[in-house]
Nanobody
Framework: QVQLVESGGGLVQAGGSLRVSCAAS????????MAWFRQAPGEEREFVAA????????SYADSVKGRFSISRDNAKNTVYLQMNSLKPEDTAVYYC???????????????WGPGTQVTVSS
């Protein structure tokens, strides 16, 4: 079973950039489709971006399209989320998740990391 650990969160000013990473271990990383979700205080956990196992296809939530970019390095068992033009409403705990079938639905992801806090100040 794959284990996931996020890193790279922090405090950034509005308009700034941040890259968060997710390191996977204990499973065959190249078999998993990967995704990022986020959860703000008092809100439901929502989909942010996903990338297919080969890295050749991606999907984004409308709210981050054009600002965020998901990528993966299968040699390093790591998936990244590059976040540009950050807004205060991007403030949330960001979670990495893994699944076998391609999906952007939270319910389809059985494997989750503990999350990393991203705070965007205005």
């Amino acid at each position: 079973q794959v284990q996931l650990v996020e890193s790279g969160g922090g405090l950034v000013q509005a308009g700034g950039s941040l890259r968060v990473s997710c390191a996977a271990s204990g499973g065959t990383f190249t078999m998993y489709n990967m995704a990022w979700f986020r959860q703000a205080p008092g809100e439901e956990r929502e989909f942010v971006a996903a990338i297919i196992s080969s890295g050749l296809s991606t999907s984004y939530a409308d709210s981050v399209k054009g600002r965020f970019s998901i990528s993966r390095d299968n040699a390093k068992n790591t998936v990244y989320l590059q976040m540009n033009s950050l807004k205060p409403e991007d403030t949330a705990v960001y979670y990495c998740a893994a699944t076998f079938p391609w999906s952007t639905a939270r319910r389809d992801y059985p494997h989750w990391g503990p999350g990393t806090q991203v705070t965007v100040s205005s």
